[in-house]
């Protein structure tokens, strides 16, 4: 508990030093907000006005405090492109991204244990080289290329899949059957583009993991006591493989959810990765500190979820020290 | 034969970035005309690949939407992308070793400070990182090359503090300090040598990681900006045409996949031969 209460500490530790430093960027960067909202031909004593009305103009020390008063009460403040709370417009973003993250994270992590498991137990043949090639080739992928070719063939060739969106332009002319299976449909396409990136690296984890521990005595003493080897793997192979996994797991987390900025940009998916791009390219300040704040978040939350899932697999940590980091 | 020679996932990352190295030295021998000014934009865009265009110009891979070589556009992108890579990581490591070695070496509280840095810095987000960083300055290939750096410096800092920690309790080292030589020679003579093959692994790894961000960077507008062509901002122009030029995307693509999996399969063979005779069989089983 103590450690857990430690580990919170410093994970909002972390969230803070981020927004910090994200603030710091933001106001020190060249690029004005103002400047682009009011375009060139504004004069200059309107910018000024306009910068002063916001604040803009005060110290970046008094800036910060009340964007941190604020934040601390839930006022995330409004848009300055669209004019919208800040609150709403992440509102509506986040569960487009939470369903991607979730859903490629179960499948890949799925998919992928099951092929690692099946190279490794089959190591050597040319089932576990032919495996290894795609694996391997899929880790490199880049997801927005990947997307493009899924596009290319379900959408351009095959004409069987929208490519962009979350839903169609008739989806409110839709019944409510309809408009589900529209959703589903609209979700394959960024689902399988993260999907498959993800598999390459869970299957070539769980195969290393499980090719350690092949040799290990507790797993010849498994096969000594007579145990088939489909037990062998799943209980006592599979079982002490999911230790490492588990942390990989946690530790996928920031890295699935950027992938969904490089995704959402392709499929102009309405999650928070394209919120954050644009936000950024127009200097929307309140929005992007918001979203840097819920990423910071859920970077930290991803790793804490790991060492609590890790100590939860694995009896050895509970006693020891918690002293080692996990594998970066 | 050499251990590393020896082992065929090795072999093809060196052949493949061997290719692609040497295409991007001697880009103006292997290609021809310009990679960034066509010659007729009307009469030679979207030629498809293994055609001739108007003028009579062989096109191995056909030309974008401006009527530029996409062949051409790709070997001088490889100039642009292998190099940012490789610079990327060379500021990583550098930043990394440094980091690491001083926390492993000196403790105390400058040790304890760096290793928070290095844990409050791993749990940043790297992209949301990466697109402010790259936005709000003006981007090009030389922000890239420092964004990525500065964002990719811990992972080394960990594997040197690491190394330099377990090596510091070797007996050579003890003997070198007895001998009279001063803490920062050994740490730099002694040491540092000794720990650099996991930093290699580490460092191949990351070219090709680099390499890939790089490329996304320039996809979302942040990165290389055209018309100097990058990987990433080809795959961008192609993004449009993928209907009726869909060689302009996925030309580069493939360059990309090719490229990052010859960097991930040499950064493995190193690391298993390194391991020993007793990963040897692992490298076996790989094949």
């Given at each position: 508990m103590r450690y857990l209460g430690?580990?919170?500490a410093s994970g909002l530790a972390v969230v803070i030093g981020a927004v910090t430093l994200t603030f710091v960027l933001l106001h020190v960067a060249p690029g004005d907000p103002i400047e682009r909202l009011l375009g060139p031909a504004v004069p200059a004593a309107q910018v000024e006005a306009q910068r002063h009305l916001l604040g803009l103009d005060r110290p970046l020390v008094s800036q910060y405090a009340a964007w941190l008063t604020r934040a601390l009460r839930n006022d995330w403040g409004t848009s300055l492109v669209s004019g919208r709370p800040v609150a709403g417009l992440l509102a509506r973003a986040w569960p487009f991204t939470a369903i991607l993250v979730v859903l490629s994270l179960a499948l890949s992590y799925g998919v992928g244990i099951v092929v690692g498991a099946l190279q490794a137990l089959r190591s050597r043949s040319a089932l576990d080289t032919t495996l290894s090639v795609i694996t391997v080739s899929l880790t490199a992928v880049p997801g927005y290329w990947l997307g493009l070719m899924l596009v290319m063939v379900f959408t351009y060739e095959l004409r069987v899949l929208p490519?962009?969106?979350?839903?169609?332009?008739?989806?409110?002319?839709?019944?409510?059957?309809?408009?589900?299976?529209?959703?589903?449909?609209?979700?394959?396409?960024?689902?399988?583009?993260?999907?498959?990136?993800?598999?390459?690296?869970a299957a070539r984890?769980?195969?290393?993991?499980?090719?350690?521990?092949?040799?290990?005595?507790?797993?010849?003493?498994?096969?000594?006591?007579?145990?088939?080897?489909?037990?062998?793997?799943?209980?006592?192979?599979?079982?002490?493989?999911?230790?490492?996994?588990?942390?990989?797991?946690g530790l996928s987390l920031p890295a699935v959810f950027s992938g969904t900025v490089f995704v959402e940009a392709v499929f102009a998916w309405p999650g928070v990765g394209r919120v954050l791009v644009e936000a950024v390219q127009a200097r929307d300040y309140p929005v992007v500190m918001a979203a840097t704040t819920i990423s910071a978040i859920l970077v930290v939350l991803g790793n804490l979820l790991a060492d609590v899932l890790l100590t939860l697999t694995d009896p050895r940590v509970r006693t020891a020290a918690f002293s080692t980091p996990p594998p970066a | 034969m050499n251990p590393i020679l020896a082992d065929r996932r090795a072999r093809f990352g060196l052949a493949v970035l061997g290719v692609f190295i040497a295409l991007a030295v001697l880009a103006p021998l292997v290609t021809s005309g310009d990679p960034d000014t066509p010659r007729d934009i009307v009469a030679t865009?979207?030629?498809?690949?293994?055609?001739?265009?108007?003028?009579?110009?062989?096109?191995?891979?056909?030309?974008?939407?401006?009527?530029?070589?996409?062949?051409?556009?790709?070997?001088?992108?490889?100039?642009?992308?292998?190099?940012?890579?490789?610079?990327?990581?060379?500021?990583?490591?550098?930043?990394?070793t440094i980091v690491g070695a001083v926390a492993g070496w000196w403790r105390g509280p400058v040790s304890t400070a760096l290793l928070g840095l290095t844990d409050f810095a791993l749990a940043l987000p790297r992209v949301v990182l990466l697109l402010l960083l790259a936005a709000l300055w003006r981007p090009g290939a030389p922000l890239v090359?420092?964004?990525?750096?500065l964002t990719g410096w811990m992972p080394v800092a960990r594997l040197v503090h690491?190394?330099?920690?377990?090596?510091?309790?070797?007996?050579?080292?003890?003997?070198?300090?007895?001998?009279g030589a001063r803490g920062r020679h050994v740490l730099?003579?002694?040491?540092?040598?000794?720990?650099?093959?996991?930093?290699?692994?580490?460092?191949?790894?990351?070219?090709?990681?680099?390499?890939?961000l790089e490329a996304g960077l320039s996809y979302l507008g942040l990165g290389v900006q055209p018309p100097t062509p990058s990987w990433g901002n080809m795959i961008a122009s192609g993004r449009d045409v993928l209907v009726n030029?869909?060689?302009?995307?996925?030309?580069?693509?493939?360059?990309?996949?090719?490229?990052?999996?010859?960097?991930?399969?040499?950064?493995?063979?190193?690391r298993d031969v390194a391991a020993g005779p007793s990963a040897k069989f692992e490298v076996r089983n790989a094949r």
């Open positions: 430690r580990r919170l490519a962009f969106g979350a839903s169609g332009l008739d989806a409110d002319y839709l019944t409510s059957w309809e408009r589900a299976a529209d959703a589903l449909r609209h979700l394959v396409l960024p689902l399988l583009t993260l999907t498959l990136i993800g598999v390459g690296g984890f769980t195969r290393g993991a499980m090719l350690d521990i092949r040799d290990a005595a507790f797993v010849q003493a498994a096969y000594a006591k007579g145990l088939t080897p489909s037990r062998v793997a799943r209980r006592h192979l599979l079982r002490n493989a999911a230790i490492p996994l588990v942390t990989l797991l | 865009r979207f030629v498809a690949p293994l055609t001739r265009d108007l003028f009579g110009r062989f096109h191995a891979l056909g030309t974008d939407r401006f009527g530029r070589d996409v062949w051409t556009r790709l070997v001088y992108g490889a100039r642009v992308s292998l190099t940012v890579g490789t610079l990327a990581v060379a500021v990583a490591v550098w930043l990394g090359v420092i964004v990525l750096g690491g190394e330099v920690r377990s090596l510091a309790a070797r007996p050579f080292v003890e003997s070198a300090l007895a001998s730099w003579h002694h040491i540092l040598p000794n720990a650099v093959t996991p930093v290699i692994v580490a460092a191949a790894l990351g070219v090709g990681n680099a390499i890939l030029a869909p060689w302009v995307a996925i030309a580069p693509g493939v360059a990309l996949v090719l490229v990052v999996v010859a960097c991930t399969l040499l950064g493995d063979a190193v």
